[in-house]
């Protein structure tokens, strides 16, 4: 056997010359998640100088928002965005110069006017008789095989937002108080809106109708009722829809130019989070990725938002139309085991090119009384508009197990005790060790393909991934610090095995490519190198601690440019869904032993992608994750959820 390679940290870092002439300072230790204040100062115009583009598009139904633009122009203009928005050693993304408090967006968007229901609520600590029709499954049960499907009433519709975006907490210190949610949300600043298409619900509405989720009031707000035929026609008994749209401005606010790589994470986190709620349910979900961005604009009620025109550079102002909302994907819920089903996405397309002839109820709050507009969020936002697809095929796979090698890793909790007791850590012990039977266990929740069919990693079948409409694209680096009988180093998850040889070639020749002692035969885990990459880690998540003093903590590397050329520039917000996604199963996989995580959307990009080797856009870091043995701050206070304290703050 070879002997082991140990590496420093510097011999792995030293590999642009350039950007390792200036450190910048360390962040401020209360801001783990994201940089919240740019060092790259850039000056805003008081006036905005605008050109003729609209993120709310006024085309019909038969229109791509693409359609005299060439493709390859739009996947440079995305790359262009990506590259502009990377932190490096010596710059960070163009941001605000600080926060301003005063203009704070309103997190919770309400529709004035519109009807407001209220939704049920459920107990966390339940007692485990199966008999209770409100009780939740195991939570490591629903990776094995889902439950008997429930059917769609008020108690289930509400049980699945309970349990997926509503409020699971406040936290209150001294003169600050604010919420936290089931879901998570890069800054706790939440861009992501949602809704329900549904068929009638008895005690809801005895029509068909689409409403808006008010997190805070923990109710639905019913917007419009739509034609009887609607889901007869084309989809299956049982089934209805979920809309996620993003509020661009609640991220810029303090993110300034990244944010739309943010808001992206947050989308993918969202899609998860109602996947595992329905999973408790019996229900599985699929993205209905062949409607385009103008179907998706009228299916949710999104089109009626003011004009806004994209100024020619960053400004600062008063111009409220910013706070439209983005319509970013829909989900179609349905009981497990229906096998395939047909999308006929062209007359779908026709039927939902009728709801811009429907009443409308509800005037959208405003949720800041200035703005900035980074005005490259909203150019990049229209390249990454996905056209209507005609004649794409709706599949549902057969729904595949998950690897189970330590089941006492997990500590009995149902479901619902996961998701809502889910929380991000805001600084690691630097002391609390992972069983190796734990890591991989983790590790093996996270593969798209689940385990046991003999198959290569590739297409996405596994809760939560089986979501998405396209094979996995993501890969994780893992830095390994305190697991149990695994040697400290730099590791490798391919969560695509199709991709293997291209991802060894791409990163440094000198690398092991070995599978570490005792990892189970399919988990595609590779020790890459040995050595305590601690500071490592640390250096290049923006100097944040937290990414040394977990157990492990890993960069998610997707596909980029590659995926884009395929496909179009349309799937990059996808490519960052995907790492939600995994990022939502790391959270619910922490919690689930006893411990706890982190996203971390602040590193450095290119000193990351030095570190393995990688030159080019192939394959790009788009977000970075820790877990570990959480530090607990015990002057913050927690109140229960509902009833809040009645504050937007």
């Known amino acids: 056997m070879n002997s082991?390679?140990?590496?420093?940290?510097?011999?792995?870092?030293?590999?642009?010359?350039?950007?390792?002439?200036?450190?910048?300072?360390?962040?401020?230790?209360?801001?783990?998640?994201r940089l919240p204040l740019s060092l790259h100062h850039h000056l805003l115009s008081p006036s905005p100088t605008t050109v003729l583009l609209r993120p709310m598009s006024t085309m019909s139904s038969s229109q791509s928002p693409s359609l005299n633009v060439d493709s390859d122009q739009l996947i440079n203009q995305t790359i262009n965005y990506h590259n502009q928005t990377k932190h490096s050693f010596t710059n960070y993304a163009k941001g605000p110069h600080g926060l301003d408090w005063a203009n704070q967006p309103n997190p919770f968007r309400r529709y004035i006017s519109s009807p407001l229901l209220p939704l049920s609520h459920f107990p966390v600590d339940q007692n485990p008789n199966p008999s209770n029709p409100n009780n939740s499954p195991l939570y490591s049960s629903v990776f094995q095989s889902l439950p008997y499907p429930k059917p769609i009433s008020k108690s289930t519709i509400s049980q699945l937002f309970y349990d997926s975006l509503a409020l699971s907490a406040w936290k209150t210190t001294g003169l600050s108080t604010w919420s936290l949610r089931v879901n998570p949300s890069s800054g706790n600043l939440h861009p992501t809106e949602a809704y329900i298409i549904s068929p009638p619900i008895d005690s809801v509405s005895n029509s068909p109708f689409v409403a808006h989720y008010a997190p805070k009031e923990h109710s639905l707000e019913i917007r419009t009722h739509?034609?009887?035929?609607?889901?007869?026609?084309?989809?299956?008994?049982?089934?209805?829809?979920?809309?996620?749209?993003?509020?661009?401005?609640?991220?810029?606010?303090?993110?300034?130019?990244?944010?739309?790589?943010?808001?992206?994470?947050?989308?993918?986190?969202?899609?998860?989070?109602?996947?595992?709620?329905?999973?408790?349910?019996?229900?599985?979900?699929?993205?209905?990725?062949?409607?385009?961005?103008?179907?998706?604009?009228?299916?949710?009620?999104?089109?009626?938002?003011?004009?806004?025109?994209?100024?020619?550079?960053?400004?600062?102002?008063k111009f409220p139309e910013?706070?439209?909302?983005?319509?970013?994907?829909?989900?179609?819920?349905?009981?497990?085991?229906?096998?395939?089903?047909?999308?006929?996405?062209?007359?779908?397309?026709?039927?939902?090119?009728?709801?811009s002839?429907?009443?409308?109820?509800?005037?959208?709050?405003?949720?800041?009384?200035?703005?900035?507009?980074?005005?490259?969020?909203?150019?990049?936002?229209?390249?990454?508009?996905?056209?209507?697809?005609?004649?794409?095929?709706?599949?549902?796979?057969?729904?595949?197990?998950?690897?189970?090698?330590?089941?006492?890793?997990?500590?009995?909790?149902?479901?619902?005790?996961?998701?809502?007791?889910?929380?991000?850590?805001?600084?690691m012990d630097g002391v609390t060790v992972m069983q190796t039977a734990t890591f991989y266990q983790i590790l093996l929740h996270c593969l798209p393909s689940g385990s046991g069919s003999g198959e290569k990693q590739r297409k996405q079948?596994?809760?939560?991934?089986?979501?998405?409409?396209?094979?996995?694209?993501?890969?994780?680096?893992?830095?390994?610090?305190?697991?149990?009988?695994?040697?400290?180093?730099?590791?490798?998850?391919?969560?695509?095995?199709?991709?293997f040889d291209d991802i060894k070639k791409a990163t440094k020749s000198e690398f092991k490519w070995e599978k570490p002692e005792g990892c189970p035969d399919d988990l595609p885990l590779y020790e890459l190198v040995r050595g305590d990459c601690r500071k490592l880690a640390k250096q290049l998540s923006c100097h944040q601690d937290i990414a040394g003093d977990g157990c492990f903590s890993l960069g998610m590397v997707a596909?980029?440019?590659?995926?884009?050329?395929?496909?179009?520039?349309?799937?990059?917000?996808?490519l960052f869904w995907e790492t939600g996604v995994l990022g939502q199963v790391l959270y619910l996989e922490a919690h689930a032993v006893g411990i706890s995580a982190t996203g971390i959307g602040c590193f450095f990009d290119d000193p990351v992608h030095g570190v393995l080797g990688l030159k080019g856009s192939n394959y790009q870091s788009l977000y970075h994750f820790t877990v570990g043995g959480p530090v607990l701050d015990k002057r913050i206070m927690s109140l229960p959820a509902y009833p809040g304290p009645g504050i937007d703050a």
């Open 357 to 427: 002839k429907l009443e409308w109820k509800g005037k959208p709050n405003v949720l800041s009384k200035e703005h900035v507009c980074w005005d490259i969020i909203y150019r990049t936002a229209e390249a990454v508009k996905k056209p209507l697809e005609i004649g794409s095929k709706f599949v549902v796979d057969p729904f595949q197990p998950s690897g189970m090698i330590s089941e006492g890793s997990y500590k009995g909790y149902t479901l619902r005790e996961i998701v809502r007791k889910r929380r991000s850590a805001v600084d």
């Open 559 to 574: 596909h980029l440019d590659p995926t884009l050329r395929s496909k179009g520039a349309w799937m990059y917000p996808r």
């Open 461 to 499: 079948l596994a809760l939560p991934f089986r979501a998405l409409s396209w094979d996995a694209e993501v890969h994780a680096a893992l830095f390994v610090h305190r697991v149990e009988g695994l040697p400290k180093g730099l590791y490798f998850l391919v969560r695509n095995e199709d991709h």
């Open 4 to 33: 082991p390679q140990i590496f420093s940290v510097e011999s792995l870092i030293a590999t642009n010359k350039t950007e390792n002439r200036g450190i910048v300072q360390r962040m401020p230790p209360l801001f783990h998640h």
């Open 322 to 355: 910013i706070e439209f909302e983005h319509p970013d994907c829909v989900l179609v819920v349905f009981p497990k085991g229906l096998g395939k089903f047909d999308v006929d996405y062209e007359e779908l397309s026709l039927a939902i090119s009728e709801f």
């Open 226 to 317: 739509i034609p009887s035929g609607f889901f007869p026609k084309f989809f299956p008994e049982g089934s209805f829809l979920i809309g996620f749209s993003s509020i661009f401005w609640r991220e810029a606010w303090k993110y300034g130019e990244r944010a739309f790589r943010y808001c992206n994470h947050d989308v993918g986190h969202a899609i998860a989070a109602v996947s595992m709620a329905a999973a408790e349910l019996g229900w599985d979900v699929r993205i209905l990725d062949g409607l385009g961005y103008v179907e998706l604009e009228k299916l949710m009620g999104l089109e009626f938002y003011k004009e806004f025109k994209i100024p020619s550079r960053p400004v600062k102002g």
